[in-house]
């Protein structure tokens, strides 16, 4: 059974830190790329961050860049994002998910796997 399990969300006061996690487990992991996606309320689910397990290359939306890192422990086939220096807009639910095509990371409709999500909310 494929599964991925997202941890990690929490509430947090503006310029606070968090740390999600995604296991993932029931697939070949080598053979995917992790991405974390967010969506808030009223609007669409927007990339966030991927990582490519067969070549460690990861990606950033402009809008994260310099504050969240994502990385893996590819041993545990976990992922994780770190996110620094949170703001109110980073409010959100947060997805992991799965896909074979990194190419395409910031979009939805590649990833074939997802999580069920954890909620972030920054206060200000």
């Known amino acids: 059974e494929v599964k991925l399990v997202e941890s990690g969300g929490g509430l947090v006061q503006a310029g606070g830190s968090l740390r999600l996690s995604c296991a993932a487990s029931g697939f070949a992991f080598d053979d995917y790329a992790i991405g974390w996606f967010r969506q808030a309320p009223g609007k669409e689910r927007e990339g966030v961050s991927c990582f490519s397990s067969s070549d460690g290359n990861t990606h950033y939306a402009d809008s994260v860049k310099g504050r969240f890192t994502i990385s893996s422990d590819n041993h545990g086939n976990q992922v994780y994002l770190q996110m620094n220096n949170l703001k109110p807009w980073d409010t959100a639910v947060y997805y992991c998910?799965?896909?074979?095509?990194?190419?395409?990371?910031?979009?939805?409709?590649?990833?074939?796997?997802w999580g069920q999500g954890t909620q972030v909310t920054v206060s200000s």
């Open positions: 998910a799965a896909t074979k095509s990194p190419w395409y990371w910031g979009t939805v409709r590649p990833y074939d796997y």
